[in-house]
């Protein structure tokens, strides 16, 4: 862990909560041990996929994988983006009397959500929305196993599943930790297709989960805290994770995007999007993230273009509450600044200005596609993700997410005016 990381002496390193997979296995290769890790849980497995990634060399080095070691593979190729319910319910029926032990996720954020939500039906049995928002899921699903893809999401990590429902506008979350996948398989060399493009937005969303867990609100200690909410809040155990999964995007998210066969850049960027997984599974997001579920619905741009785009924004607004946090993300950003705490923070600010900027990630929501006449809809709107605004850390009522939305409308960096 960086030296940041470590709490001051007189600080109260306040209440500390990581769930966790039972076991996260990452490095290069890694896809290799999944026939002998798949074993130990069961002998027969759904993988569930998407077309692209089904047509691959790499699939086929992981069905061998799993084959070999004695496990029976049932595939499920059809995984759309975005997650369909409609898409997610014909997975089951086809599924029909089959039983499976496991449930594999293979591919970006959507493949490891669809295995998610498929084995909660499987386990529970329902519709998708019987279960939609925290702590509704009423025990362990079947075990789900995440191999991932994209380097962002941190999905195979995290206790959420993000499925489209057409009766919602907005994007719907799925959040319990009886979701955490039982197995995690990180193995960067999955990301090596990635076009620079997809490295940016699943690279750039990983950033704003790893700045959001960090400054996220924090919560008074109480002993039912850990057990009432899925996301607590800025707490002493993600902290360490975030710190650390920012300082590695600093160092090698853009030279993945530039470079995507750099082995290293890719294994780094892998690890912070995990370590964002893991920081935002119990700190939870909060303002980028309740901002861009109106936006994307409205202008179908990947979430992390929007969450990467506004978050300097964001970031702005939040600084009177989180400057000595936005110093301590500067340092580990490898940015040096002498000063008072506030020249730190604006330098954390600034560092996260240019890394949005070194990737390619619009500038502004105008560059989104959106129109002025939007912004008070985006602003209302917003604030129906409750659960991300109670987690901001300074107050988003629908006047300072206008106000949000309209700096980055405008690409206006001197906001909020002195
Ligand atoms: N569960 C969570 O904690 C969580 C967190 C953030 C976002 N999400 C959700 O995850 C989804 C986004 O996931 P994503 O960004 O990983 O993208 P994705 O899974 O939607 O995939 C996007 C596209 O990239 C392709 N792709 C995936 N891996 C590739 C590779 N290695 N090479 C080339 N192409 C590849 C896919 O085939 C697909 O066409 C969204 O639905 C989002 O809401 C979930």
Redesign the pocket.
Known sequence: MTASAVPSASGDPGLGVLRLPRAIVLGAGQRHALGALVAGIGRRVLVCT????AAGA?FEQVRASLTDAGVRVTVWAH?E???PVAGILRCVEQLGSTTVDAVLGL???????MA?VVALLLAHGGQPSDYYGENRVPGPTVPVIAV???A????E????????DPDREM?V?ISSPH?IPHLAVVDPE??????PA?TA??GI?AVV?LVESFTAVRRDRSPTLASERVFIGKNALTDATALQGISLMARSLPVAYHNPEDAQARQDVMLAALYG?IS??TAGTAAAHALQYPI?ALTHT???MGTGCLLPYVMRFNLPARVEEFAQLAAAMGVTVSGTAADRARAGIEAIDALVKAVNVPSTLRELGVQRADLPAIARHSLASVRLVENNPRTLDEQAALAIATAAFEGDLSFPAP
């Open positions: 998407d077309e692209r990634m790499e995984t983006p975005e997650l591919g970006g954020g959507s493949c490891l959500d998610k991932p893809t994209t962002g999401t941190g999905s990590a995290t206790p959420v599943a993000v499925l489209g994007k979350g979701l999955l990301t090596y297709t990635c076009p997809l937005a699943a969303d989960h997984g935002l599974g994307g990947p979430h992390g």
